[in-house]
């Protein structure tokens, strides 16, 4: 009989966003009448057709590999290089980043990025040679729940989180974004605009953490999956608009939001060429060599159309559509903040993130506001205890949807301060 990964055993339930839709799904079974009128904006999936560019790419693609002259077999592992020159001129040269082609790794998105990246680093806890890590408090639960499965924590505590990750409370006094680790970390995780409080760093917060990477010889794994969103262009969008990332950072993008590819699939991380790790004797190795020796192991690249269709995305009717896609979601986000604030609510995110972030009014808990406003107005929102300790007492509004779902989802929310909590 194979032994089972233990680590696994670790995880506190099954993963969040399933069992939101197993909650939904049980509530919908056994109230049929009332199914027809459950609003989804808890999980963060898209809702528009794809860019017109895309799918014509994809299209054409297609007919390629109908006919022996044009058909395509396997590429690069990391992806094609028209591809990638596309994306380092579009999301970096562009915008005054130097960046080699070479430094950007395709692949199926961010989230399974994030996961992969954790191979090629050494695991276990720290006093078992492993790395110490360190996130946000709330947080995506993937970065946790990867470290959990790797073997990079301890138990579960009481009341959420594990042993021996180090969190970073993102508070409403610190504006989400907390500052760096004052105790030992070898890496960190930071997503902004964050998932979930739609939150964003400034540069020179940004600055904090890069400064602080390079003289801890710490490694940033930065999630960037929002960075369309943000409209103020003095925020920054990359963590290598910030002078030294490049010798700290590696940065995970993905399509999902910007090009609606959440089914399609595709997304990119970069590993610049300078960033190091250190083996257990000490030695200094580059890290994009071990990424590179990963994917040439274990994957075949991104699928023929997926790429092209990624290469259309940096046409200019491409880059237009997509921010037609941008501003018609952002455009939802305003309509669910603006229907938040005029109801008392406090309130953040929704100016540079497809996420309302809302305090729970009344004393509510997370899981019951949720509750209330599935089983009174069947609308879906995210609790915001499934990303961590701090995230109690808040929930999550996607702004992923429809315009008419929206404005409902707007209207539906007045249930929650209309509520009298039961007085003992």
């Known amino acids: ?19 939101i839709a197993r909650r939904v799904g049980a509530f919908a079974e056994s109230h049929p009448a009332l199914a027809p009128r459950i609003i989804r904006c808890g999980v963060g999936d898209v809702t528009e057709p794809l860019p017109p560019a895309a799918v014509a790419a994809m299209h054409a693609a297609a007919d390629e590999l109908a006919h022996r002259a044009s058909f395509r077999g396997y590429g690069p592992a990391t992806g094609h290089d028209f591809v990638r020159n596309a994306i380092v001129e579009g999301d970096f040269r562009a ?95 930071l997503c902004f605009p964050n998932n979930p409080t739609g939150s964003v760093a400034t540069r020179e917060q940004l600055g904090r953490w ?3 990477a390079l003289e801890h010889d710490a490694l940033i794994c930065f999630d960037a999956a929002y960075e369309a969103y ?44 300078a960033v190091e790790g250190r083996t257990a004797s000490g030695e200094r190795v580059p890290l994009h060599r071990l990424w590179t020796r990963r994917w040439s192991t274990c994957s075949n690249g991104v699928s023929w159309p997926v790429q092209r269709a990624i290469a259309a995305l940096y046409t200019p009717e491409g880059q237009e559509q997509m921010a037609a896609l941008v501003d018609f979601y952002m455009g939802n986000a305003a309509i669910l903040r603006q229907a938040c604030v005029d109801l008392g609510l406090r309130t953040w995110g929704g100016d540079h993130a497809p996420y309302v972030w809302v305090q729970c009014p009344r004393g509510l808990g997370s899981w019951e506001a949720f509750d209330l406003l599935l089983t009174r107005e069947q609308l879906v929102v995210t609790p915001g205890a499934g990303f961590g300790r701090c995230g109690e007492g ?31």
Request: hydrophobic share 40%; proline share 9%.
């Open 210 to 212: 890069v400064k602080w």
């Open 394 to 424: 808040f929930f999550r509004i996607s702004a992923f949807n429809s315009r008419e779902n929206v404005e409902e989802a707007g209207r539906r929310l007045a249930v929650l301060t209309a509520h009298e909590p039961a007085r003992a």
């Open 1 to 19: 009989m194979p032994l089972v990964n233990d680590h696994y055993l670790k995880l506190a339930a099954g993963y969040f966003f399933p069992e």
């Open 95 to 189: 915008r005054g980043i130097g960046m080699d082609a070479d430094e950007i790794f395709l692949s199926d998105g961010s989230k399974p990025d994030a996961s992969a990246f954790l191979e090629i680093l050494a695991s276990g806890t720290p006093d078992r040679g492993g790395n110490r890590i360190a996130v946000c408090d709330p947080v995506y639960p993937v970065y946790v729940d990867n470290n959990v499965m790797q073997g990079n924590t301890g138990p579960a505590l009481p009341g959420g989180g594990y042993e021996g990750i180090v969190y970073l409370r993102a508070t409403p006094e610190n504006g989400f974004v907390p500052e760096p680790p004052t105790e030992p970390v070898d890496v960190a995780f």
């Open 230 to 273: 943000v409209r103020d262009p003095a925020l920054p969008r990359s963590i290598f608009e910030v002078p030294g990332a490049d010798r700290c950072a590696i940065e995970f993008r993905s399509f999902s939001k910007n090009g609606g590819f959440t089914g399609v699939r595709g997304g990119y991380t970069v590993v610049p060429k």
